[in-house]
């Protein structure tokens, strides 16, 4: 499995002024590639940046725009302009809509899939050679789900936007990497989101070799994110890596050699 990370911002301030990308993540397996999280530029990068006709399914974490404003058009790209039958696992708020978020894949972009999964707490799916299993976050959409991709070689864990919670642990403790959301740095938590001195606890229970660190705020670009990095790094055994914009993980390798 490999990583490739066209985006790497987060928030409404990074994401209106695009400090960072917020095109999302794409995974490669040997069999299949999945974009995952594609915000505003999502469409734009995978053109730009990947081979798009090799796009196969998209995955919605939740239904705020720095994750889902292109998956309608990602759609699009995968079934009509490179032919793919398309698969879209998003979760209900995107698919039907919650209070007053609109949902953000309509009926007409589901039908031109051949398959669509709403992802709900304990969710197993299956997609050519990789699982993924699906939890609920604690996020401003209430049904936000944290995800876990395994091939048979690794297990990848996203710790998305949440609140910090002991009790979403154990779903992420057979991990290999584990890539969270992390928004803020330490000292200014907001309530919904998860802070740099979070990050311990939520390595603590994991096998995790190595885990990335992505989804900046406006926040945490505008602190010294080498103190930060350098701090998270003294208080944890997993290697850790801040992503960048376009960083490929692991470089030129398969997850596997790790
Ligand atoms: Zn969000």
Redesign the pocket.
């Known amino acids: 499995m490999k990583l490739k990370f066209l985006g790497t911002g987060?928030?409404r301030y990074v994401t209106g002024m695009q400090k960072r990308k917020t095109a999302g993540i794409l995974i490669e397996t040997d069999e299949t590639k999945i974009h995952l999280d594609p915000g505003p530029g999502a469409l734009v990068y995978a053109n730009q940046e990947t081979d798009p006709e090799e796009t196969e399914a998209v995955i919605v974490s939740?239904a705020?725009p720095?994750?889902s404003n292109d998956a309608s058009a990602i759609i699009e790209m995968m079934t009509q302009a490179y032919d793919q039958p398309g698969a879209v696992f998003a979760n209900k708020t995107a698919m039907e809509g919650h209070a007053d978020l609109e949902k953000v894949i309509s009926e007409y972009h589901k039908d031109l899939c051949l398959d669509t999964k709403t992802l709900e707490e304990g969710g197993e799916y299956e997609f050519k050679d990789l699982k993924i299993k699906s939890q609920e976050m604690f996020?401003?959409?209430p049904n936000?789900q944290g995800l876990k991709l395994s091939t048979e070689e690794k297990t990848v864990g996203f710790w998305?936007?949440t609140e910090f919670s002991e009790e979403l642990l154990p779903f992420y403790e057979d991990c290999d990497i584990m890539v969270i959301y992390c928004t803020r740095p330490r000292d200014r938590p907001i309530k919904?989101?998860t802070s740099i001195d979070e990050v311990p606890d939520i390595l603590e229970d994991t096998e995790a070799s190595t885990a990335i660190i992505t989804h900046f705020g406006y926040a945490m670009l505008d602190t010294d994110m080498t103190e930060e990095k350098e701090w998270l790094k003294e208080q944890v055994e997993p290697k850790i890596i801040f992503a960048e914009d376009g960083m490929q993980f692991p470089g030129n390798r398969s997850l596997g050699d790790f």
């Open positions: 987060g928030g939740h705020h720095d994750h996020h401003g959409d936000t998305t936007d919904g989101h």
